[in-house]
């Protein structure tokens, strides 16, 4: 099944997650081998444009498209005519008559994307929107999960930190209740919003009942850029109660699985020790990060009936 | 979505694969002046499987093991937009260098001559062979690209309209000649 659109996980199917995590084992093959390029997507234009920095998810979208032989446009916003007061659909419109197939978008608004999509013609992928969704981040949390565990039911994943203002924490709740996963939230409750339970997780406060059993962390940055309300007294009492260090990875199984979708504030919601240690598979993530977004532009396009030659 | 069709014939059975594929076993070899520098390669799905078969019956002919490797050609196609399903990619798998080699590029079944194109644009991506050479159980006609096979097992001249439809690797092997029924 080919989609037109990633914009949440939410709105996507089991089986079109099932879809993209099975050929993103194919791709990841494809980035491991020597000639890491195949000339899928040739000819076609991938245009990146960030409304929010970014290092590795933009890099990763890219790599992933010029690995497909697509061409890929990178749109700096403080260089551009946003800059002189364009609106946000003028900019997109004005790049889009340029003959372009594919957008990949980041922007501080949630529903952005889904704004987007409604409004222009080309493909359009949601590369994370406020607090919204950052789907490929999901998609590629659960393909690390799966690579490493073997599967995804039945799992127990405990996303810690804080879940109010993580984009990444709701893909990653959508798409691992879709799979099968039992998803616990943890922090502290000014972090963790009233309703997050409807979405089907278990809330804790208390990291080590949190992390008990737990078979993957899932460690969210703190965006200090957003702590501006007090949220918690200082970064210091943040870092003593949720911080993971290997002391606190203890609480979950031995096995457990460490991850963050990065970029990191070592020595705050992760000491170096857990960062770099045996159990973390963060740097995983970034390769698998590519291979997930090649399977993703790969089933987004194509199947355009009124194209058929012969 | 499932095609309907309608078998005309039965064109080989179990016995008669075994035997063309003896038959081009043969001709490879005397080609080739024996088996030193070949390697064989197949087209997934099921020319990986003839693929296996032609390097069995080479080694009871000459005593030689010969490498065997898979590609699969569905990201190096020319039909991207086209195509509606994209479910299924196998992945290549080549575990030896093709450098200099003699390579026995196999499909089931030759038509159009882009599966051949795309199969060996995926081959050069591995390595410079001294020569690709293309080996099929049926070519049906109908090309569409300047491609010719090295070894055919059976030609069949065959309709737009109907299909070859090959079972090698399953419980009873067969190539069939059917027609596709409009719904």
Known sequence: MAFKHLITLQETSKQDILDILNLAKTFKEIILKPVKKVPTLKGKTVVNIFYEPSTRTRTSFELAAKRLSADVLNIAISTSSVVKG??????????EAMQIDYVVIRHSVSGV???LS????????????????HPTQGLLDMFTILEKKGKIEGLTVAIVGDIAHSRVARSNI???TKLGAKVRVVGPSTLIPK???KLGVDVYTNLKDGLKDADVINILRIQLERQKKNLFPTIREYAMLFGINTQKVKYAKPDCLIMHPGPMNRGIEISPNVADGKQSVIEEQ?????AVRMAVLYLMGGGKKDEVVN | MEK???????????QAIYRTLTRMAHEIIEKNKGAKNLVIIGIRKRGDIIAQRLAEIIKKIEGIDVPVGVIDITLYRDDYDLNKSKKEISGSDIPFSIDGKDVIMVDDVLFAGRTARAGMDVLIEYGRPKTIQLAVLIDRGHRELPIQANYVGKSIPTSLNEEIIV?????????????????
């Open chain 1, 86 to 95: 364009e609106t946000l659909i003028d900019t997109l419109r004005t790049i």
């Open chain 1, 113 to 115: 994307p889904l704004f």
């Open chain 1, 118 to 133: 409604q409004n222009i013609k080309s493909s359009v992928i949601n590369a994370g929107d406020g607090m919204h969704e």
């Open chain 1, 174 to 176: 959508w798409g691992l």
């Open chain 1, 195 to 197: 309703d997050i339970r």
């Open chain 1, 286 to 290: 970034v390769t698998n990060g590519v």
């Open chain 2, 4 to 14: 309907n069709y309608k078998i005309k014939s039965e064109i080989m059975d179990s």
């Open chain 2, 167 to 183: 079972t090698i690797g399953e419980q009873k092997e067969k190539v069939l000649l059917v027609e596709i029924e409009k719904n």
